[in-house]
C-alpha cells in the first residue's frame, strides 16, 4: 500500500502570536510515526473561520488523514466544532453518551452544570464521536472521498488521552503503510561539521532508502538514520548495519544508543553500575534534579540534592567553609568541591555531582570569576574532579546549558574518560 | 498602512517525526506581535526540496513576510541555503566577512577548520547576509516584488541571535502596521465555562475589533483582550477599559495582571512583602525550585531548598520523624508538616512550601495513599497549613500539575486565602 500522508491543522490564535508553544503537533506526529504514517505538513492558523477553512480545503487535496486540534471549548472563541459541521453538511445534535460524561465530571468536581455545559454534549450528527476520558470537549472523526478528518481540543491531556484510547486503535486497525524504521544516537564533545566529515564516506555509500540527518544542540548531536521499504522485511536489520558502521567510527564520542534525553542516559548508567547519586545545585537551581527525576525509577539510585541557592545554605546544609567563600568566592573551584564532598557526605550517595556559576550577564558583588563562569566538581569514592565551564546567553539558556554540561560532566566521570 | 501578514516556515523532518518541539516559531511570532506585524499561518516542512518549494510559492502569495528556519547546517540533510539560492535565480559564492568569522570561531573552540566549513561561508549573491553572531551559518534575507524572504538557522540560539541583532531592527524601521493591544489575565480555580458565564454580558458588549480569548490550563484559565486599530490612539486605553470591567467582575479568582508565569507572580509576591522562601520537595523532585529560579532576581527572596527523594534525606536533612514516616507514610500529611516546617527551620526562611507525593500510576509500597495523591504544607511564621490533593495524569505531566497546584497553594496562604 503506498504511503499514507497525514496533516497536522493546529488552531488557535494564541499559537500565532507566540503566547503557546505547541507541544501537540510533536507528540501527535511521533504517535503516527510509530504506525509508519508520514506526517508532511504542520499548519498552524488562527481562530477564524476562512483560515481554518483554506486549510481544510487544502489538506484534503494534499493528505489522506487531517488531524485537527484546538477551538473545542465552551466558549465564543471555539468555532472548531459548528464550523466543521456545516462543512461536512451536518447538523448538531445532543450526544446522550457524552452529556451524562459532562453532567459526570461538573457533579464529582462540584461545579454548577451551566447552559452553555449543555453545548459540550451537542456534536455533528455526520461524525463518530471520539470519547474524551479526560474533559467535557468530545473529539469527532469525519470522512470524506476516502480521507478521514479527526477534530480534538487543544488542551494536551484531552488531545493525548482520546488519540490513545480512541484514534490510534482505530489507525492500527485501518491502515497498513509503508514501513519505516528510525534509529538515533548521541555524540557529544564535536561539532556537527567534523561528526560529517568523520563518516563522509559511509554517509555517500548510504542506499537512497536510507537518510541520514544531523541534530546538533547544546555540545551534543543526534545522528538519525531513516529507512523505508514497501515492507518490513530486513529493513530494522539493513538501517541498523549502517548505524553500527557510524557507531564504530564515531565510537570516542557517542554517549547514547538510541534517542533518549540525557537524564535517561545517566539513570541507565546508575542503574548498571548499581551506584546512587546526589546533587548540589547554585546556579541551575534545582533543574538538573529535576532532569533526573523526570525518569521513571529515578528513586532505585537518586537519593536527593540541595539547592543552596545562598551562601549561607552552602554553609550551613553543605559545610562548605565560610572563610573559603568569603577569599575565593561561592563561585570557585573550592566551594565547587567542597559542595560535591559535602553533598556526598550528607546524603551517603556513590556519586555527587556540584554546580555552582554565574548565568546572569551581569557581574556579581563578591565574585571573582565574570559572568558566564559555571564551577563544577563530581566527587566519588576516590577522589574529587573540578573542572571550569563557560555558557553565552541569557539566564534561561544558560540554565538549561549548564545543566547538560554537568550531567556530561558526571557521565565522563564515571565512566573515567575525564 | 494595511496589515502586515507574516508566515513562518520551519523546516526538518525532526518537526514532522515528532523528535523536536518546534520553540522557534512561538519565539518569532512572539516577537513579531509586539512589532504590530500579524502571524497568520505556521507551517513545518520536511527536509526536501518539493514540499520546501510548494510552502514558498503557496506563502509568498498570502503572505508580506516569510520566515525561514532550519536547513542551514553545513551537512547533506541541509538542503534550504541552495534551494532558496536557486529559487531566487542567484549563484552561491563566498563572503569574506563570513568566512572570518566561521574561521574565528573554530580558532577560539580549538577545532579544525574543515573543507565543508568553508561552505558555511558561501551565500546567494542576490541576497544581503543576516550575520550570526553565535554559529557558523548566516542568515539570509531575500526580496522579490516587495515581499521578503527572511531564512534562519534552526538552532534556536542562532535564530534568536539574529532575529534581535539584524532582523527586528529592519522590521522596525521598515514597517509600520495596524496598532494592536493584548492585555491578559489568569485565573484559578474555576473553570472555562464557569469564567466565560460570570462575564458573559460583558463580552456580548465588546466592540468587533476586541477579541476575547480563553486559554485554559492546569487549573487556571487565562483570558486575553486583544484590540485592532488603524492607529494606537486611545485602543490600549479603551482594551483596558474592558479589561478592568473583566477584573472587577472576577475579582475572587484572579491571580495575576498580564501574562506572566506563576513562579513570577510568587516573585513578586514575596518581593512586595519583603518575605523569603525555601522549599522541600519530594515527588517534585527540584521542579519548583527550578521555576523559582528561573526569574530573575529570585535571590532576593528565594533561600534554597532540599530535594527529599528518599527517605532518609526527609529523616537527616529535614528532621522528619522516622517513627511518623513508618506509621503513615512518606506521603502524609503529618510528613509533609514536618518537611515544610524543618526546611524553614533549617534555611531560616519566612514561608516553606513542602511536596509529597505519588506520581506514577502503580502503588507505593509502605504508602497509604492512593497513586496519584499528594500531600503539600505551607509553614509560616505562625501556622502551618497542609492540604491534600489528586492528580490524574502520567509522570511527567503530574509533575508539572503538582507544581503549579503547589504554587497556587503557596499563593493563597501567602494571600490569607485559605
Known amino acids: 500500500m503506498a504511503n499514507i500522508r497525514a496533516s497536522i491543522i493546529t488552531i488557535g490564535d494564541e499559537l500565532l502570536i ?41 489538506e484534503l487535496t494534499d493528505a489522506d488523514l487531517i488531524f485537527l486540534t484546538g477551538g473545542l471549548g465552551p466558549t465564543a472563541d471555539d468555532i472548531t466544532k459548528p464550523l466543521l459541521c456545516r462543512y461536512f453538511g451536518g447538523k ?32 455533528p450528527d455526520n461524525c463518530t464521536v471520539l470519547f474524551n476520558p479526560m474533559g467535557t470537549a468530545p473529539g469527532m472523526l469525519f470522512e470524506k472521498n476516502g480521507k478521514k478528518v479527526i477534530s480534538m481540543p487543544g488542551v494536551p491531556f484531552e488531545m493525548m488521552a482520546i488519540m490513545e484510547t480512541a484514534v490510534l486503535p482505530m489507525l492500527k486497525e485501518n491502515y497498513q503503510s509503508d514501513a519505516i524504521e528510525h534509529t538515533t544516537i548521541i555524540t557529544a564533545g564535536e561539532g556537527e561539521s567534523f561528526v560529517a566529515e568523520k563518516i563522509q564516506d559511509i554517509e555517500s555509500a548510504m542506499p537512497p532508502h536510507i ?157 571573582n570569576e565574570e559572568p558566564g563562569t559555571i564551577w563544577m566538581a563530581v566527587a566519588g569514592t576516590d577522589k574529587t574532579v573540578a573542572r571550569k565551564f563557560k555558557v553565552y546567553y541569557d539566564r534561561v539558556r544558560n540554565k538549561e546549558s549548564a545543566s547538560i554540561m554537568g550531567m556530561l560532566f558526571l557521565w565522563k566521570f564515571i565512566n573515567d574518560k575525564l
Not at 450526544?95 to 452544570?113: A, M, S, Y
Not at 529507512?227 to 529493513?235: P, Q, R, T, V, Y
Not at 544508543?257 to 539513570?267: C, L, M, R, S
Not at 528513586?299 to 536527593?304: I, R
Open 92 to 123: 448538531l445534535v445532543i450526544n446522550e453518551q457524552v452529556l451524562t460524561h459532562v453532567k459526570d465530571i461538573f457533579t464529582k468536581r462540584n461545579r454548577p452544570f451551566l447552559e452553555r455545559n449543555m453545548k459540550q454534549a451537542e456534536v
Open 211 to 367: 537518510k541520514l540527518a544531523y541534530l546538533p544542540n547544546l555540545g551534543m548531536v543526534k545522528l538519525r538514520l531513516t529507512g523505508k521499504a514497501k515492507d518490513a522485511g530486513s529493513l530494522k536489520a539493513e538501517v541498523d548495519l549502517w548505524m553500527q558502521q557510524i557507531k564504530e567510527r564515531l565510537a570516542n564520542i557517542v554517549v547514547a544508543d538510541g534517542d533518549i534525553a540525557f537524564e535517561q542516559i545517566i539513570g541507565n548508567l546508575l542503574q548498571q553500575k548499581d551506584k546512587t547519586l546526589s546533587l548540589a545545585e547554585s546556579c541551575t537551581g534545582g533543574y538538573i534534579s529535576h532532569l533526573i527525576t523526570q525518569v521513571s525509577g529515578a528513586s532505585n539510585y537518586y537519593k536527593g540534592g540541595v539547592v543552596s541557592y545562598l551562601i549561607e545554605v552552602k554553609e550551613n546544609l553543605l559545610g562548605v567553609s565560610a572563610e573559603d567563600i568569603a577569599n575565593n568566592g561561592a563561585v570557585s573551584e573550592t566551594v565547587a568541591i567542597q559542595m560535591a564532598e559535602g553533598v556526598r557526605k550528607q546524603l551517603q550517595s556513590d556519586y555527587a555531582l556540584s554546580i555552582t556559576g554565574i548565568l546572569d550577564k551581569q557581574p556579581v558583588p563578591g565574585e
Open 18 to 58: 507566540g503566547q503557546t508553544i505547541d507541544t501537540n503537533s510533536a507528540w501527535i506526529a511521533k504517535q503516527l510515526n510509530t504506525l509508519g504514517i508520514d506526517v508532511t505538513k504542520r499548519i498552524a492558523v488562527g481562530d477564524n473561520e476562512k483560515d481554518i477553512t483554506e486549510a481544510l480545503n487544502r
